[in-house]
């Protein structure tokens, strides 16, 4: 059982930065593809990135390439998000989420971080 926890939202003005993390207990970190996903009030869930298990591949959403980039520490057993260039209708609650190695849907979930992002 793979436990995740996001942390690091906020309110930040257009044109700000916010970094999220995402802390992995209870698996092998370093079997698991690790994504970002977000929702915002009204809409669907929306994928924004993925990091694969090995960190060497990662694949972003149209919506944020160029701004918004992941990252994974081994030792820490943690994912990351930095979100630059930030837009109003980045505003979301950002989930953190978990597929195993060989599988191909996320297993795990995280409890979301808020994003709020003001114009």
């Known amino acids: 059982q793979v436990q995740l926890v996001e942390s690091g939202g906020g309110l930040v003005q257009a044109g700000g930065s916010l970094r999220l993390s995402c802390a992995a207990s209870?698996?092998?970190?370093?079997?698991?593809?690790m994504g970002w996903f977000r929702q915002a009030p009204g809409k669907e869930r929306e994928f924004v990135v993925a990091i694969s298990w090995s960190g060497g591949r990662a694949s972003y959403g149209d919506s944020v390439k160029g701004r918004f980039t992941i990252s994974r520490d081994y030792n820490k057993n943690a994912v990351y998000l930095q979100m630059n260039s930030l837009k109003p209708e980045d505003t979301a609650v950002y989930y953190c989420a978990a597929m195993k190695y060989g599988l191909d849907e996320y297993e795990y979930w995280g409890q979301g971080t808020q994003v709020t992002v003001s114009s």
């Open positions: 209870g698996g092998t970190f370093s079997s698991y593809a």
